[in-house]
């Protein structure tokens, strides 16, 4: 066999390798996780930093995961809700969840929606190791809105924050 035959003979026999193992891999992802889980892990929604939003916040998981979400508000509603972190796959798919859910709401909306177990649900579960990501997703939010709160009292400090 030639050189450039044997090359794409070793091509071929390691890009089987890899979708055999990725089918693997997924055949036991989905074992675990639900399908919205999987789309959200796929396709996560709202993973972008706001620029001057009108509320922000950054906390740090039990797990040492951090999570920053931003919202903008029109007309007293959420407009814009992004969010950005460096945790693991189930932190965003948590995060993608959170920010589908306040959208489109109110302040009170959002908050009363906005909870570990609204996560949960819409994710038809998640493990009992991946439960601390939903919660981390809901404070977050929580205190982007609480910010926006304290914001708005006093708009001027928006300028001196990081974000």
Known sequence: MSPKKKNSA??????????ELQDQIM?????????????????????RKIETPDGYASVKGSCGDTMEMFIKMNRE????CG?????????????SVATELALNKS????LARVSTDEILKILGGLPPADIHCAELAA?????????????KQSPWKKHYRKS
């Open 27 to 47: 055949e036991q992802i989905r074992k675990k996780y639900s399908e919205t889980v999987i789309d959200h892990w796929q396709n996560p929604r709202n993973f």
């Open 10 to 19: 070793d091509n071929a026999d390691i890009e089987k390798f890899a979708r």
């Open 139 to 151: 404070e977050t939010l929580r205190r982007a809105l609480a910010d926006h709160l304290y914001q």
């Open 107 to 110: 302040f009170t909306e959002a």
């Open 77 to 80: 509603k959420i407009s814009e």
């Open 83 to 95: 969010f950005q972190t460096d945790g693991c796959g189930t932190t965003i798919v948590c995060g």
